[in-house]
């Protein structure tokens, strides 16, 4: 698996969030809506999982 950056993996959230112009979004809404990293990069449990990044992000998470 490639490494990326909790940083970018962020801004790539907050990319997706602001393009359905909402502060809330959930991981299936990122991943179809142009989100650049997969599902095992941006969920990785390892880090906190997706919700951690978007509450870094300043964003809420929605459940699927």
């Known amino acids: 698996m490639i490494e990326v950056s909790d940083d970018m993996k962020i801004i ?3 990319k997706v969030a602001h393009k359905l112009n909402s502060n809330r979004i ?3 809404e ?3 809506n142009g989100g650049n ?3 095992e990069i941006v969920d990785d449990l390892e880090n906190g999982g997706f919700s951690n990044l978007c509450a870094l992000a ?3 998470v929605k459940m699927d």
């Open 12 to 14: 790539d959230i907050q």
């Open 26 to 28: 959930s991981l299936e």
């Open 30 to 32: 990122y991943l179809n």
């Open 37 to 39: 990293y997969s599902r």
């Open 58 to 60: 300043g964003l809420k």
